[in-house]
């Protein structure tokens, strides 16, 4: 098993990575060069044809694409500590805050970063991807709405799905933390998310 | 346990029902009117402050939302016959195709949905909910190139995910059957994803 993964800002590759840190796994990571436009070229597209970090490769050649799935299939693979939910109930919830901060946080800095970041404009045009600026402004307030959002639904607990740090929690501190890399920072006024977000980047994995 | 549930079109709530059918399972459903809204109001966002449907709600008053989540909560009640995989690899591939339809397909679709299409017009200005029309209809493209990637890689195969009929094959159905209904049908020349849609159409399941 190896893991073609891919160095910080990315948030997705590091999602894995805080994952392994969690378990205690080790899988060999093959290094992508993004700024070289490694993950385009035909011989990563033949593992995923998206061209996309980070990519799990199996020893029978399967190729797992999708930081969550990569990390299930992993938890299936050794369920301790578990992330991603014991009983049906955790199970629910944890997959349910893991696709709500996805969608209430992180799809909208993908639109800011997208459509409004400076550093997209090159590889936008080079690439033939049409941004919209308009668009990509508004999702930033969408982004910070969404953190208003998800500041009030975890009040009372240390988590994002409950008392236990989860796979949620890593997702949500990707996505976070690549906002503030692009300038989307936590509104002052977040205080509950601001002790979450304390909380879990001074656990080791946040330094993967 | 009850499931707070919404007619056709609305693709989400058929979702659950789909794989509900798949299960054999009976949960009571609960309609809640959309046309009426009451999917906005206080009583139903106090289950989900997001105010979407479906909604699972648990006898302990516990609310599960996120269609996959929901799916996810009751096969874990019942594992058979399996939607989700039981091997590791199984179960990172059929997450991963979820994923890959919801981002490569239905997040398209859903932007032509809220930016671009007549039906959403007056809901959008009474909510204050910004529309970008030129996106919108750059989705419409997207969502059609996401179709064509999808005809390519399921070739040779006759479900989704693999061999067997999964979670991803429902996924798919609803957002292929949504985008229809929007005027986002299957390119002409996605033979082998018009095959597939023809099989899955045809479960008795396709008909909740």
Same mark, same amino acid.
């Given at each position: 098993?190896?893991?073609?993964?891919?160095?910080?800002?990315?948030?997705?590759?590091?999602?894995?990575?805080?994952?392994?840190?969690?378990?205690?796994?080790?899988?060999?990571?093959?290094?992508?060069?993004?700024?070289?436009?490694?993950?385009?070229?035909?011989?990563?597209?033949?593992?995923?044809?998206?061209?996309?970090?980070?990519?799990?490769?199996?020893?029978?050649?399967?190729?797992?694409?999708?930081?969550?799935?990569?990390?299930?299939?992993?938890?299936?693979?050794?369920?301790?500590?578990?992330?991603?939910?014991?009983?049906?109930?955790?199970?629910?919830?944890?997959?349910?805050? $893991?696709?709500?901060? %996805?969608?209430?946080? #992180?799809?909208?800095?993908? +639109?800011?970063?997208?459509? !409004?970041? /400076?550093?997209?404009?090159?590889?936008?045009?080079?690439?033939?991807?049409?941004?919209?600026?308009?668009?990509?402004?508004?999702?930033?307030?969408?982004?910070?709405?969404?953190?208003?959002?998800?500041?009030?639904?975890?009040?009372?607990?240390?988590?994002?799905?409950?008392?236990?740090?989860?796979?949620?929690?890593?997702?949500?501190?990707?996505?976070?933390?690549?906002?503030?890399?692009?300038? $989307?920072?936590?509104? %002052?006024?977040?205080? #509950?998310?601001?002790?979450? +977000?304390?909380?879990?980047? !001074?656990? /080791?994995?946040?330094?993967?």
């Amino acid at each position: 098993m190896k893991l073609y993964d891919a160095a910080m800002p990315a948030p997705n590759p590091r999602r894995v990575r805080i994952f392994l840190a969690e378990k205690g796994l080790s899988v060999p990571l093959v290094p992508v060069s993004l700024a070289a436009g490694e993950h385009k070229q035909d011989e990563h597209r033949a593992r995923n044809s998206l061209g996309q970090v980070p990519v799990l490769e199996l020893d029978d050649g399967t190729a797992i694409s999708e930081t969550i799935s990569i990390c299930r299939y992993l938890e299936a693979l050794q369920p301790q500590p578990p992330l991603f939910g014991t009983t049906p109930k955790e199970i629910g919830l944890i997959d349910m805050w $893991i696709r709500r901060v %996805e969608q209430q946080i #992180g799809a909208h800095v993908g +639109h800011v970063w997208i459509n !409004a970041h /400076p550093y997209t404009e090159r590889y936008a045009k080079t690439h033939g991807i049409q941004r919209y600026a308009d668009f990509g402004d508004y999702s930033r307030g969408r982004a910070l709405g969404g953190m208003t959002w998800l500041d009030r639904e975890i009040a009372g607990r240390d988590y994002i799905a409950g008392d236990s740090y989860s796979m949620a929690d890593i997702a949500a501190l990707s996505i976070v933390d690549f906002a503030a890399f692009i300038g $989307i920072e936590m509104p %002052e006024d977040c205080a #509950g998310l601001r002790a979450w +977000h304390a909380r879990v980047s !001074a656990r /080791p994995s946040a330094q993967a």
